[in-house]
């Protein structure tokens, strides 16, 4: 046992981040619990584009386990990865069902934007878009990003739901699914209070097994909690070159960089801020490093059958529970690994049952608001923008793009131009150009 921490101690730098095993791994195991969900969801999605579900779900846990080893080992950073929610349905929505192209096309897409972001990231150019967004704009992304996070945990339990007459509107806090979520929420948020360790881990086991008896968490059929992991052979390695110097394979591809870009970038730069990682200078520290893991985890995951790999939001869950180093993705890349036999037992976790952890992680997202100059309009505004936009556009890049666009503006026209860098200039011209052209 001694040999086995010295090595994590070696690897890890536990001491050097205030942090040990135990909490580490229940971080770890957090967040996975709040992003199991894209098993299920990544395989009903791109399902829909013609492909092989039970492929996409082994896929889908591959991709996710090997970008994440990535992320824990190189990087050292508690940030988890996986097919990423808006890009999937893009592929099979938009490409495939939306153009009519096959979904070995889509795939061929996202295999040259993970050859392209590895390019990138190797030549610095990522890491120089993430040290060019000024510090306002990252503490901005990370409290856009609780708003987010909170938003998608209260639509995942119908709390929220869309309205007759108006954009949204409170769900039938009377049904199942809502009652176990604010019964979630209670029970998590009073062990928050009484400070017990794995607090949103213990809420989400909690919450799921209250939902048995109210009909919300369905057993496995037969209460067969193993399985072997489907063949990934109807998916694997399946490209079509045959179009891809089209003007549509340049839309597609465009497309898939810049939401993945955006997002990744959002969230490594939100979640970093909220823990702490980010320098004097508001640089995050080896940012190359954790930019590789989702460029090869697109390279890869498009490889094995699945839709573009980023750095999951729900990784602010492993972060909150203490989470400072990769021994909390490494632990996460293990429940993924544990998923591919055990797949009946993570899919029954409904979206109720993690709704509490989400929303209560939002809470947490917010401290860097403190950190804001209010007082700075031509701070303050595209801050407000960047944060409100996430939520409401339902998209961290989107929210991203107003922020620094309005920061550019807002600068340029009061005489403040020189203390915008060249880089955020260049993004705000291909922002526009984007705009215009979607």
């Avoid at 195991?29 to 584009?49: E, G, H, Q, R």
């Avoid at 996202?110 to 306002?136: D, H, K, Q, W, Y």
């Avoid at 999951?312 to 429940?335: D, F, H, I, Q």
């Avoid at 998209?395 to 793009?401: H, M, Q």
Wanted: hydrophobic share 55%; aromatic share 10%.
């Amino acid at each position: 046992m001694q040999a086995e921490n010295s090595f994590l101690e070696r690897t890890f730098k536990l001491k050097e981040h205030k942090t040990n095993v135990k909490t580490e791994v229940i971080a770890g195991i957090t967040t996975f619990m709040t992003m199991a969900y894209i098993l299920i969801v990544n395989p009903l999605i791109l399902s829909d584009a013609g492909m092989d579900f039970g492929a996409i779900f082994t896929a889908t846990a591959l991709a996710s386990i090997i970008a994440t080893l990535v992320m824990a080992f190189y990087a050292n950073y508690p940030f988890a990865l996986a097919p990423g929610m808006g890009l999937n349905a893009f592929f099979a929505y938009t490409v495939v069902l939306g153009m009519g192209y096959s979904w070995e096309f889509a795939l061929t897409a996202v295999l040259l934007e993970g050859i392209i972001f590895i390019l990138l990231t190797f030549l610095n150019v990522r890491e120089a878009i993430v040290n060019s967004i000024p510090l306002n704009l990252k503490h901005a992304v990370s409290v856009g990003i609780g708003l987010f996070i909170a938003f998608i945990g209260l639509v995942n339990a119908d709390i929220i739901t869309p309205g007759d007459g108006t954009i949204v509107a409170l769900g039938d806090l009377s049904s199942p699914a809502p009652a176990l979520a604010i019964i979630g929420i209670i029970i998590t948020g009073i062990l928050l209070a009484k400070n017990i360790k794995g607090a949103l881990l213990l809420g989400i086991i909690a919450t799921t097994a209250i939902g048995i008896p109210m009909g919300v968490t369905e057993l496995p059929e037969g209460l067969r909690f193993m399985s072997t992991p489907p063949s990934l052979e109807p998916i694997f390695f399946k490209f079509d070159f045959s179009n891809i110097f089209s003007l549509d394979m340049l839309v597609v591809l465009f497309t898939f960089l810049f939401v993945d870009l955006f997002d990744t970038l959002g969230t490594l730069v939100g979640v970093a801020s909220k823990a702490d990682m980010l320098d004097k200078e508001g640089k995050l520290p080896k940012a190359k490093q954790a930019l590789f893991a989702d460029a090869v985890g697109t390279t890869v995951g498009a490889c094995l059958g699945t839709s573009t790999v980023t750095t999951y939001v729900e990784s602010a869950a492993g972060v909150a529970e203490g989470g400072k180093t990769g021994l909390t993705a490494l632990s996460t890349a293990g429940m993924f690994t544990i998923a591919l036999l055990f797949s009946p037992l993570f899919i029954m976790i409904p979206g109720a049952a993690t709704a509490p952890a989400l929303v209560l992680v939002g809470l947490f997202m917010m401290s860097p608001i403190n950190k804001i100059d209010l007082d700075d309009f031509t701070e303050a505004i595209p801050a407000f923008l960047t944060i409100i936009m996430m939520p409401l556009a339902y998209s961290i890049a989107e929210g991203i793009v107003f922020g620094m666009v309005s920061y550019v503006f807002l600068k340029l026209l009061t005489g403040k131009g020189n203390k915008v860098s060249p880089i955020m200039y260049i993004l705000t011209i291909l922002f526009i150009i984007k705009f215009l052209i979607h």
